[in-house]
């Protein structure tokens, strides 16, 4: 069974950056576009950044100039450079992806969502 494995969340100051990195675990046959969400206390879970396959990104406009997404189709790992956190930044963070299995059913996999805290 594919999973995704998220790391790199925890405590950083205002102003401070972060990474989070996202692979799958399992066998399959393609990943396709991934990216990262997010969910605040009390808020519904919103888009941060997606990636395609070739690379092309998409970002939400509050985090445009700050947070960089990337990817490695070798490792079929995605990350997230997060640069001049805010406080509102605060969230779980999950990664989302779209893949193929190896008998070539298309799934949408989450992981299990890491805890980035902005406080000082």
């Known amino acids: 069974q594919v999973q995704l494995v998220e790391s790199g969340g925890g405590l950083v100051q205002p102003g401070g950056s972060l990474t989070l990195s996202c692979a799958t675990s399992?066998?399959?046959?393609?990943?396709?576009?991934m990216g990262w969400y997010r969910q605040a206390p009390g808020k519904q879970r919103e888009l941060v950044a997606r990636i395609t396959r070739g690379s092309t990104t998409n970002y939400a406009d509050s985090v445009k100039g700050r947070f960089t997404i990337s990817r490695d189709n070798v490792k079929n790992t995605v990350f997230l450079q997060m640069n001049s956190l805010k406080p509102e930044d605060t969230a779980v963070y999950y990664c989302n992806a779209n893949i193929a299995s190896l008998s070539l059913t298309n799934l949408e996999l989450w992981g299990q969502g890491t805890l980035v805290t902005v406080s000082s």
């Open positions: 399992g066998s399959l046959f393609r990943v396709y576009d």
